[in-house]
Nanobody, 121 residues
């Protein structure tokens, strides 16, 4: 059994910052890429940022220069530092991990339950 749990969401004013965290737990053998996605009301889920096992980060264009993804592979955690937030960043943010479980040879995608981020004055 594998679980991803996000934390750190909430209400923030435009121009403000917020830090999200996600911890993976369970019978994990190896975690490959870890990512953050978001889904705004009435819109499809979209990729925010990805970080590989080696620490290489990639961002969606709208997040470049404002968001920073990082991970602690020893603790199976991934974080997202968000700056210069605007109302357009309001969404549910989901953690995703491509990982393999102990005793299983293949990698699969796992999702957290999501954390709400609301940017409003």
């Amino acid at each position: 059994h594998v679980q991803l749990v996000e934390s750190g969401g909430g209400l923030v004013q435009p121009g403000g910052s917020l830090r999200l965290s996600c911890a993976a737990s369970g019978l994990i053998f190896r975690i490959d890429a870890m990512s953050w996605y978001r889904q705004a009301p009435g819109k499809q889920r979209e990729l925010v940022a990805t970080i590989t096992a080696r620490g290489r980060a990639n961002y969606a264009d709208a997040m470049k220069g404002r968001f920073i993804i990082s991970r602690d592979s020893a603790k199976n955690t991934v974080s997202l530092e968000m700056r210069s937030l605007s109302p357009e960043d309001t969404a549910i943010y989901y953690c995703n991990a491509a990982l393999s479980r102990i005793g299983e040879p293949v990698s699969d995608n796992y999702w957290g339950q999501g954390t709400q981020v609301t940017v409003s004055s």
